[in-house]
T-cell receptor, first 113, second 114 residues
Framework: DAGITQSPRHKVTETGTPVTLRCHQTENHRYMYWYRQDPGHGLRLIHYSYGVKDTDKGEVSDGYSVSRSKTEDFLLTLESATSSQTSVYFC????????????FGPGTRLTVL | GNSVTQMEGPVTLSEEAFLTINCTYTATGYPSLFWYVQYPGEGLQLLLKATKADDKGSNKGFEATYRKETTSFHLEKGSVQVSDSAVYFCALLNSGGSNYKLTFGKGTLLTVNP
């Protein structure tokens, strides 16, 4: 357990509004990840971070941006939410490169109307 | 690129039945392989892993063997319980490059009835 919390846990928003999801960890893990989970797709990587201010894109990054100004926080922003971004979002962390086990947060269910 | 294919569900079993969930992969090099489990309303948690060919991962009565010749990592349990009802994800991790990224299968929903 990497002491991962996600906020909010549930959110309903309107199309076109900005949304920010927060992931907070207490174990000083270097790597952090944002995934989305959709039926029939499993988990798909949106963005990840390999250190403070170091981020990179995953396979479904369009429409999303991230920031990591502190080790413990990794923010995911939807600049202008669309209905296709309705999903469950999971944050994950990994201690360091060779640790290979990822720890997942409880998820945020986002609905875009 | 990397990909993971696992059997589609849902899978419904009676308590004490034998479980197999098939998983095959495509990857370059020598990936590590994982099974993650997601209980209702929760995030994923690692169930077991294997890091090289012929390794067997095991946990909570579940087992999977890394078969390089068949590029497979099938999950098995000899006697399932109602509490095993969950979604199971097969995943691989390729350590090429400077960053670690998991590739997941689509998940298999398992329901165990009393």
């Amino acid at each position: 357990d990497a002491g991962i919390t996600q906020s909010p846990r549930h959110k309903v928003t309107e199309t076109g509004t900005p949304v920010t999801l927060r992931c907070h960890q207490t174990e000083n893990h270097r790597y952090m990840y944002w995934y989305r989970q959709d039926p029939g797709h499993g988990l798909r990587l949106i963005h990840y971070s390999y250190g403070v201010k170091d981020t990179d894109k995953g396979e479904v990054s369009d429409g999303y941006s991230v920031s990591r100004s502190k080790t413990e926080d990794f923010l995911l922003t939807l600049e202008s939410a669309t209905s296709s971004q309705t999903s469950v979002y999971f944050c994950a962390t990994q201690l360091f490169k060779d640790a290979d086990t990822q720890y997942f947060g409880p998820g945020t269910r986002l609905t875009v109307l | 690129g990397n990909s993971v294919t696992q059997m589609e569900g849902p899978v419904t079993l009676s308590e004490e039945a034998f479980l197999t969930i098939n998983c095959t992969y495509t990857a370059t090099g020598y990936p590590s392989l994982f099974w993650y489990v997601q209980y209702p309303g929760e995030g994923l948690q690692l169930l077991l892993k294997a890091t090289k060919a012929d390794d067997k991962g095991s946990n909570k009565g579940f087992e999977a063997t890394y078969r390089k010749e068949t590029t497979s990592f099938h999950l098995e349990k000899g006697s399932v319980q109602v509490s095993d009802s969950a979604v199971y994800f097969c995943a691989l991790l390729n350590s090429g490059g400077s960053n670690y990224k998991l590739t997941f299968g689509k998940g298999t929903l398992l329901t165990v009835n009393p």
